[in-house]
């Protein structure tokens, strides 16, 4: 296998779409000309011109609702946010046209969309550029979400998006566009389903969820906790919408602990979804409370060194297992 | 052991409440759960139920007063408990409607299984480490585990309240229930995982009897002869015997017969009446028959003397006096040591034949299986016959292969023509 950067896996799986379907297009603020705010689009107009890679004012409610019409009328739209933040303002376009138009028609109109871009904390974006968003869209019936951790889930899960017949909102990271990974090579195609977690590192003693970013936190931490003895089974669900839970239920079964650990903020969402599925189907299995380690509950500071304090820490995650472990 | 009960904080943020009326008045008996009164709290009367179990001994505070959380309302304890110290105690911390200095020691002071004196005195102020953090004035008898703990209980019958906590709070986790030794702590599987074995101190009779059969199966060379018996005449016997002895409500065994038997023998055959001594063999000038008892967690040999003198109803008594000290652990020294010769009977639960392992310095000993009752080939006729076999164990450096062969021919012939033990 082949290592691309995630930003190379995301542009292959939309190329290859864009290849094999006229009716997927892109659309979204410098995604053309620019070639991209994070250059995931990079080289995109060149080979499908201006019809099909399009530059948007900046005006998100506008071609959000533009994509979502198009989707209505069988095109099949990839929506770039430069990022997630911007998301905000087309909140009502994604949550009462795309999530509703399916169920609102009896089922006469799909919305075949997938709606993407960087999400979470950048580097000194501060309070209004750092929003971790799954919580605002995993509660909503109708729409997938997917997270992607690696370049190849990354590109996997994106086909899989783009044929899918319904929305996807599809949550990368600007810190994750650089991160290297191995993808399958040029000519085999992969697919990945939504609701498949990955157990992404075996061990007996104490089960890890994590997606996103802070995945690479907790590999990180597991491998310092295996220095130590403790051997940590790192599972990510990679889709948060729909949760595949029956990896971490097995894990759990097996190490009677479980840790949580995810950028956004710990008050409900993915995380405290995750949290309360383990308690209800491991219950007899848990020596311990669940934990979280999470964003802390504040709005992102600007300051490095406070904002690398809000984002979950290998230490906050080494102390976590300790905790759930009852070791000192 | 009668206790102070304090009053419970009923809601989160109850600081204190108004006791608005008794549900149950002195003298009264309380069940773990029974409205013991109503208490009006921040948030609305709620119901103030028991933890415990016993009689109301003592109300310590009228309807209609209202006290700070933890406060002593009452005493419940058996009943005619004698509670002047607790009254003491509960007087020495202050009338209950006066400010309470240290409403959680005196909380604690209540959980205290002996409120003596001194232990009265120090209660207000002393807040042991170990009191658990709780809402209801101590943990009401609950036991704090993890769910995984109360399904392992569960599932091995474990009663978690002799387990030991080493979590947070005392809470009870999978290593506390993984290291536990108690009953119940059996080698169910673990999720996939082998208990490891139960550890148990073997008792002194055991670390006994483990050392003298080594010793006698490493240091005696055994040899065994089996040997095949009619015994119809010899239960013939035992039951005119016990016809005889019915006015005296007394019986004897088909045991005490064989004992009796075996002595006898052994006047015939005093060869196997012996000791290996190491350089010298000793042949004894008494027959005192050792009989193997089984008793809780291993065995005794009482030590019948001069068996083959007594008469068959002092061995049946014999037997059965020592035998019954023997399952008390009554048996003094001299009642179990010196016997000159054994017999083990494992008839009792159906095995026909067995080989025993000879008691030093004994040179020999007689198992004795059960009653067969089979068909027999007698004169060129099968008729049904009665029948047992005994194996006995030879010390190969006093009794030769003959030698123990003539025993065993003396014995059968004993055993088949009971009339021979008068000879």
């Not at chain 1, 104490?206 to 802070?214: A, E, L, Q, S, Y």
């Not at chain 1, 079964?253 to 209800?280: L, M, S």
Request: proline share 6%; hydrophobic share 40%.
């Amino acid at each position: 296998m082949r290592e691309l950067r995630y930003r190379e896996a995301l542009r292959e799986a939309m190329l290859e779409e864009m290849e094999r379907d006229e009716r997927v297009f892109l659309m979204g603020e410098e995604v053309g000309h620019y070639q991209g705010a994070y250059k995931v689009s990079e080289g995109l107009l060149d080979k499908f011109g201006e019809r099909r890679v399009i530059d948007t004012p900046i005006a998100e409610s506008g071609f959000a609702g533009i994509g979502i019409g198009a989707a209505m009328v069988g095109l099949r739209p990839i929506i770039e946010f430069m990022t997630w933040n911007f998301s905000f303002v087309a909140f009502d376009q994604v949550i009462s046209n795309a999530a509703k138009i399916h169920q609102m028609s009896a089922g006469a109109i799909h919305v075949p969309i997938v709606f993407r871009g960087p999400n979470g904390a950048a580097r000194q974006v501060a309070s209004q550029h750092s929003h971790a968003v799954a919580p605002f869209y995993v509660g909503i019936p109708g729409l997938y979400v997917c997270q992607p951790s690696t370049p190849r889930d990354a590109k996997g899960l994106l086909k899989t998006a783009i044929r899918s017949n319904n929305p996807v909102i599809f949550l990368e990271g600007e810190t994750l566009y650089g991160v290297k990974g191995e993808v399958p090579d040029e000519g085999v195609e992969e697919l990945i389903p939504f609701g498949a977690s990955r157990v992404a590192r075996h061990g007996a003693d104490c089960t890890i969820v994590t997606w996103g970013r802070p995945y690479y936190v907790a590999m990180a931490a597991a491998e310092k906790l295996a220095a130590d003895g403790t051997e940590c089974e790192v599972i990510d669900p990679r889709t948060l919408r729909p949760l595949d839970m029956g990896p971490v239920i097995k894990s759990v079964r097996k190490t009677n602990r479980c840790v949580v650990v995810h950028e956004h903020w710990p008050y409900g969402g993915p995380g405290a979804e995750v949290v309360d599925r383990v308690q209800r189907e491991a219950f007899d299995y848990l020596d311990a409370p669940v934990e979280r380690v999470t964003g802390l509950d504040v709005p992102m500071p600007y300051a490095l060194n406070l904002e690398n304090e809000v984002l979950p820490t290998e230490e906050r995650v080494i102390d976590a297992v300790k905790r759930v472990s009852y070791a000192k | 052991m009668a206790k102070i009960i304090g009053l419970p904080k009923l809601s989160p943020t109850m600081e204190e409440g108004t006791l608005v009326s008794w549900a149950k008045k002195e003298g009264d008996s309380v069940d773990v759960d029974d409205l013991l009164a109503e208490v009006e709290t921040d948030k609305a009367t709620m119901e103030f139920r028991s933890f415990d179990r016993g009689v109301l001994l003592k109300i310590l505070v009228p309807e209609g007063v209202t006290l700070e959380a933890e406060v002593p309302v009452a005493i419940i304890g058996k009943a005619g408990e004698d509670i002047t110290e607790l009254l003491a105690q509960v007087e020495a911390a202050g009338a209950p409607r006066k400010e309470a200095a240290s409403p959680r020691g005196e909380g604690i002071a209540t959980e205290s299984e002996t409120p003596s004196g001194p232990m009265a005195e120090s209660a207000p102020e002393s807040a042991p480490e170990s009191a658990p953090v709780s809402t209801t004035g101590g943990n009401g008898g609950r036991v704090i585990s993890s769910p995984l703990v109360r399904r392992l209980a569960r599932e091995r019958s474990i009663d978690l309240g002799s387990v030991q906590g080493t979590g947070p709070h005392g809470r009870i986790v999978k290593r506390d229930i993984e290291s536990y030794t108690g009953p119940g702590a059996t080698s169910t599987m673990l999720s996939g995982e082998r208990l490891p074995p139960e550890v148990r101190q073997a008792s002194s009779m055991r670390r006994t009897i483990a050392r003298r059969l080594t010793e006698s199966t490493q240091s005696i060379p055994h040899y065994y002869l089996t040997i095949d018996c009619d015994i119809g005449p010899l239960s013939d016997a035992r039951k005119a015997m016990n016809a005889e002895l019915e006015a005296d409500a007394k019986k004897v065994s088909l045991n005490d017969l064989i004992i009796k038997a075996a002595a006898v023998a052994l006047r015939r055959v005093p060869e196997v009446n012996a000791s290996w001594m190491g350089k010298e063999i000793h042949y004894h000038q008494v027959v005192d028959i050792s009989v193997a008892v089984a008793v809780d967690d291993g065995l005794m040999t009482p030590v019948i003397r001069d068996a083959d003198r007594k008469g068959i109803t002092q061995i049946a008594d014999e037997v059965r006096h020592l035998a019954g000290r023997a399952r008390e652990r009554k048996l003094s020294i001299e009642e179990m040591t010196n016997g000159t010769f054994s017999i083990s009977n494992l008839g009792m639960y159906g095995i026909e034949e067995f080989t025993a392992v000879i008691n030093p310095p004994e040179a020999a000993i007689l198992a004795v299986g059960t009653i067969r009752e089979e068909p027999v080939v007698q004169a060129g006729e099968v008729v049904p016959g009665r029948r047992m076999r005994f194996t006995m164990s030879c010390d190969h450096r006093i009794v030769d292969g003959a030698v123990g062969a003539r025993y065993m021919a003396a014995f059968k012939r004993i055993i088949e023509s009971p009339l021979n033990m008068l000879l």
